[in-house]
């Protein structure tokens, strides 16, 4: 199963954007890249996913490199709500969802 | 609204006791499947189902069952709880696996004793 590795934890500026980095190298041609962020004391929430484009929605922008080995979730104004632990998850064929330890986001004031 | 619904959301229970967390959503998803949460190790998968009456594996299935005899629910069964259990429980739903949105419930902190 594809795994991916993101850095443990990050801290942002409020109001700054925030770039995400995650790198997945054993992806396959039919991975889907999903990020998802967790709240204290909640359920993890969708952010976005994306297969081989670039993709935006209104929380966040999803830069996937051409070769598929990386992508990077962007937020472009961090608030202290985003605080929260993003995790970058593949979603392979066999559809078990691989979650990792994710990174840790802090915002500052 | 759209809502996955985990019940209970505290639980507190001695070892050997069997015991059922229910998860429900109402999205008509075909999509479930359970996770363990537990500090340092992030969520790992422990079963999930494509639709009615298929269910397999994830990466942690030992000590649960499960069974999906309707669309709608997805009960996660303990037949006999050890204390390694202990842990926060999430059911998760979407459409079609890993190609859609995912919506997860609140969360069942369960404790074995």
């Known amino acids: 199963d594809a795994k991916t590795t993101q850095p443990n934890s990050m801290e942002s500026n409020e109001e700054e954007p925030v770039h995400l980095p995650c790198n997945h190298s054993?992806?396959?041609?039919?991975?889907?890249i999903h990020w998802y962020r967790q709240l204290p004391s909640q359920g993890p929430e969708y952010v976005i996913h994306g297969l081989t484009s670039n993709v935006n929605n209104r929380m966040a922008s999803l830069a996937i490199a051409e070769d598929r080995k990386s992508s990077t979730l962007i937020l472009h104004r961090a608030t202290l709500r985003d605080a929260a632990v993003y995790y970058c998850i593949l979603s392979p064929g066999t559809y078990k969802y691989i979650f990792g330890t994710g990174t840790r986001l802090k915002v500052l004031a | 609204e759209a809502q996955v619904t985990q019940n209970p959301r505290y639980l507190i229970t001695v070892t050997g006791k069997k015991l059922t967390v229910t998860c429900s959503q109402n999205m008509n998803h075909e999509y479930m499947s359970w996770y363990r949460q537990d500090p340092g190790l992030g969520l790992r998968q422990i079963y999930y189902s494509m639709n009615v009456e298929v269910t397999d594996k994830g990466d942690v299935p030992e000590g649960y069952k499960v069974s999906r005899k309707e669309k709608r629910n997805f009960p996660l069964i303990l037949e006999s709880p050890s204390p390694n259990q202990t842990s926060l429980y999430f059911c998760?739903?979407?459409?079609?696996?890993?190609?859609?949105?995912?919506?997860f419930g609140q969360g069942t902190r369960l404790t074995v004793v």
């Open positions: 998760a739903s979407s459409d079609i696996a890993g190609k859609t949105e995912a919506f």
């Open positions: 054993t992806i396959s041609g039919t991975d889907y």
